[in-house]
């Protein structure tokens, strides 16, 4: 009888610990992170890999396990101290965690962060050792992408925070400064300068809430386009006669536009294209603002005669911080974000932005609207 409950018991655990090990094993062959049972330390070969390993390196089991064959060790053997460490710790039986470069079977390299952890018998031997990592490139880009978008910030805002300190050290080395003509020129510096990082700071919002989706919300509704072009030249004249350019928009445009849109938002990129074009011009020369309709959007365009943009530098023009050599040359200040921001509110509504240039000669920017079924309403004169 007692033999028979013992029996029954240990049948029944066996079953438990079968059903448990199924349990471990969906787990292990699900996960997103890729797991790997390695024998380090003896035959330095793979015993098992799970689907998400053989995914994230592109070799298949087959081709891996019970082959001299570890990718792990590929990769730790281009990082001498990490090797180092290692090797320490296979030794020690103790887990090892690191982040380094692994190489995929087709030749392509991405970053992992890894846990080789070793399994131990009841008496505390290690007999193999579980080797977890999960791909950490896009962490990894997104950190470089904020510490360089930081530091590019930062020097951006120190040079009128420069100009406001020396400025003001003038007119303050002397209060009767402020009534002479160097002192009032050293005044409008600094009101230029101050000027300078309100704009920087308003394009650095911009582009923080478009890239975060924070505070970002577009207020779509159908709006005519035709006063939104007026609006935009009305607001940038003083730019243009200080400039001697002439901002015409199209004679021909349709008297009425009507689009589902942000208004406000597309006044800025409006506002912003048409004051490039003009601070980018040559003296006495116009620049043309015009929007056609064309089957199922609207193209908006803004040509000028300027400068240009050198052609070797043109596929950088929408990105953050972009100032073309022969923009930075001739002294025409700027930040550098006014076209990232245009190209962040024309993609939320679902346009598309572009440009034609040659250096010396002019550039034309180009963008469109989807003119959806609810969107148009369109007279032309
Ligand atoms: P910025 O504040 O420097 O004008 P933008 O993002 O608006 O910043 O433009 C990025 C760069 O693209 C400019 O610095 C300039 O080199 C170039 N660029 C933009 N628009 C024009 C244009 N109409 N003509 C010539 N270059 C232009």
């Keep these: 009888m007692a033999f028979g409950i013992v029996t029954l018991r240990r049948r029944n655990l066996q079953l438990e610990t079968a059903k448990e090990a199924r349990k471990l094993a969906m787990v292990v062959e699900n996960t997103f992170n890729a797991v790997a049972i390695a024998d380090f330390g003896k035959t330095n070969t793979l015993l098992y890999v799970n689907p998400s390993w053989e995914h994230m390196l592109g070799y298949t089991k087959e081709e891996v396990v019970n082959k001299k064959l570890a990718p792990a060790l590929e990769a730790i053997k281009r990082y001498p101290e990490v090797e180092k460490e290692f090797w320490k710790c296979i030794e020690d039986g103790k887990t090892f965690s690191g982040e380094l470069e692994m190489q995929r079977k087709n030749g392509t390299f991405f970053w992992i962060a890894a846990n080789i952890i070793p399994l131990k018998d009841e008496a505390g031997n290690v007999y193999t050792w579980c080797n977890v990592f999960r791909d950490i490139t896009n962490e990894k880009a997104v950190d470089r992408m904020k510490s360089e978008f930081v530091s590019l910030a930062s ?13 003001s050290e003038i007119v303050m080395s002397d209060p009767a400064n402020v009534f002479t003509k ?8 600094i009101v230029m300068s101050n000027e300078r990082m309100i704009s920087l700071v308003n394009d650095l919002l911009d582009v923080s809430h478009l890239e975060t989706g924070v505070n970002y919300n577009l207020v779509l509704k159908p709006t005519d386009v035709i006063p939104l072009i007026q609006g935009a030249i009305t607001d940038v004249k003083h730019l243009a006669s200080k400039n001697n350019v002439t901002v015409v928009s199209d004679a021909h445009a349709p008297r009425e536009l009507i689009l589902n849109i942000d208004g406000g938002k597309i006044q800025q990129v409006l506002e912003n294209l048409i004051g490039n074009a003009i601070k980018y011009s040559k003296p006495n020369t116009n620049v043309v603002v015009k929007v056609i309709q064309e089957s199922d959007r609207a193209v908006f365009s803004v040509a000028d005669r300027g400068i240009g943009i050198p052609s070797e530098q043109q596929t ?27 190209k962040g509110i024309i993609e939320t509504h679902h346009g598309k932005v572009w440009f034609e ?3 010396g000669e ?3 920017f180009y963008f469109s609207l989807p003119m959806g079924a609810s969107a148009l309403i369109s007279r032309s004169v």
């Design 362 to 364: 002019g550039s034309t």
């Design 182 to 189: 160097s002192g009032r020129e050293a005044m409008d510096g």
């Design 357 to 359: 240039s040659k250096e």
């Design 155 to 167: 020097h951006q805002l120190r040079t009128p925070l420069t100009g406001i300190k020396w400025l």
């Design 316 to 342: 950088l023009v929408f990105t953050r911080f972009f100032r073309a050599n022969n923009a930075s040359k001739v002294d025409i200040s700027g930040t550098g974000l006014g076209l990232y921001i245009v």
